[in-house]
């Protein structure tokens, strides 16, 4: 029997079962279908709303509305080849979907879509006919649903969000706040990857080789870097919520930085080192034999990108404003 989707009817026989507390199993069998079909309806489609949780559960209305909307935005992709040849592109010059989903309107595409529905694309059937999975920064078989990604609320704490970063942060008021990233490198480089670092009131740049992703490795890296620089000059840094940053707490008690955390995939909030870590693909493309990188090529590479003027610095480089910091600190 070839596979159809659920249809109103059955989400709202659903929704009356598990009302009169059937279990699973059961409304499966009354409605025709596998037990793991309706397992899987009732988690993707599952209504909730933090401010008004006694109203969370399964509606079978709402559930048809979240469906639809699900496969209309799929269908963009398989429906407008134009749009679909963009995205493809932009994966294999090694974009992320949120970079991608971000620039649709400057790159002069009439039509968007979300990160989350190239995510499913890349990992849809015909997605998964092209490989472009393998294009990704970090690559899964297949998409992991978003109510199964391990809950990170006590790695990463409500206090240590963005929302609550000090408002000089923000504004670029202070020196020393900076924001730090990972650049990840084709599957062959194994663990191997380059921990990238901006200065945000100057844009100053550091780029070190990182041999493992492991948190520990990454921090006790980091603070080897960041220690050489007087404490006014590593007041905090910004990152995003992958697990490589989870052993954070040991920046503010090995070097006394303080640590901020972007929303879950929200890269733009900490756009600075997103910006440098385009502008430094070009001498670091995905491909590079990272373990080939000698610490003079490394140094190379971060003196020209901090040796361009820019624009927001009245168009001194970060070099000279970096220095200019240092300097009042003295």
């Not at 052993?247 to 929200?266: H, M, N, V, Y």
Request: charged share 35%; with cysteine; aromatic share 8%.
């Amino acid at each position: 029997m070839a596979h159809t989707e659920l249809d109103l009817r059955e989400r709202r026989a659903i929704e009356d079962m598990l009302n009169a507390k059937m279990p699973v199993s059961k409304i499966a069998s009354e409605i025709g279908r596998h037990r793991s079909t309706v397992y899987r309806e009732i988690k993707r489609n599952h209504f909730e709303d933090d401010e008004l949780p006694h109203l969370n559960g399964y509606y079978g209305v709402n559930a048809q509305r979240v469906a639809d909307a699900r496969r209309a935005r799929r269908r963009k992709l398989i429906r407008l080849e134009g749009l679909r040849a963009h995205v493809v592109k932009q994966l294999k010059a090694g974009w992320t979907p949120e970079q991608i989903a971000g620039r649709l309107g400057y790159d002069g595409q009439p039509v968007r879509v979300s990160h989350e529905t190239i995510y499913a694309y890349v990992y849809s059937r015909e997605g998964q006919s092209e490989q472009l999975a393998r294009h990704l920064p970090s690559r899964r078989k297949k998409r992991q649903s978003r109510y199964a990604r391990r809950p990170r609320g006590q790695v990463f704490p409500p206090d240590r969000s963005i929302h609550q970063r000090p408002e000089h942060v923000k504004t670029r008021e202070t020196f020393g706040e900076w924001e730090g990233d990972l650049m990840i490198f084709e599957r062959a480089q194994g663990k191997m990857n380059v921990a990238s670092l901006v200065e945000r009131k100057t844009r100053y740049a550091v780029l070190f080789r990182n041999n493992d992703r492991s948190s520990t490795h990454l921090m006790n890296k980091l603070m080897d870097v960041m220690e050489r620089l007087p404490q006014p000059a590593r007041r905090s840094i910004t990152f995003d919520r992958g697990f490589e940053f989870r052993e954070w707490r040991r920046l503010k008690s090995g070097i006394g930085t303080e640590s901020w955390f972007c929303d879950p995939q929200a890269p733009w909030q900490k756009g600075s080192v997103e910006n440098l870590n385009k502008r430094a693909r070009r001498f670091l493309p995905r491909d590079t034999q990272l373990a080939a990188l000698s610490n003079r090529y490394m140094k190379a590479i971060c003196e020209r990108l901090n040796g361009t003027p820019r624009k927001c610095l009245g168009w001194r480089t970060p070099t000279e404003a970096f220095r200019e910091e240092i300097m009042k600190l003295r």
